[in-house]
């Protein structure tokens, strides 16, 4: 759990998915369903503003009663973030993500976004570790570990 997440965002690759504030919540939708993902960071120009999830969409669309079709995206998005730098270890994150119940941090350097790591990511390289580490165990047990 020591891994940081710039190796993280090295094995997983990554691209940004952004919207901007001014769009439309039907839009920021459609994107997510298209990328098959669950949240959209918020940019204006260079500058992070916020993140859009499916949890904005059904707490504060749809039980809000807003048209996603005349609702801006900067209306109903999460604004105050929870952020990493790549620094940050897998450990630390998973922290954050308990503390705060969130299921994306946006990555984060010298005011720059670099990316974002959901929790499935986090979840998916501690399985990824435990079983490397499973199987080298499996080794030294049946000595087969340095060969």
């Not at 690759?13 to 919540?25: D, F, L, T």
């Not at 503390?99 to 010298?110: A, G």
Request: with cysteine; proline share 4%; hydrophobic share 40%.
């Amino acid at each position: 759990m020591d891994q940081t997440i710039r190796n993280l965002m090295r094995e997983r690759g990554g691209r940004i998915h952004s919207i901007e504030p001014e769009a439309m919540v039907a839009e920021a939708v459609q994107r997510m369903n298209n990328l098959n993902i669950g949240a959209l960071t918020v940019v204006d120009g260079d500058t992070l503003k916020g993140i859009f999830t499916e949890r904005d969409v059904l707490r504060r669309v749809i039980d809000g009663n807003l048209p996603p079709d005349d609702t801006p995206v900067w209306r109903v998005m999460t604004s105050k973030l929870v952020v990493v730098r790549p620094e940050t270890t897998i450990g630390e994150a998973m922290a954050l993500v308990d503390q705060y119940n969130c299921r994306h941090l946006p990555i984060v350097d010298n005011d720059r976004l670099l990316g974002m790591v959901s929790v499935r990511d986090l979840i998916g390289h501690l399985v990824e570790e435990h079983e490397h580490r499973i199987a080298e165990l499996t080794k030294y047990i049946y000595g087969e570990f340095g060969n």
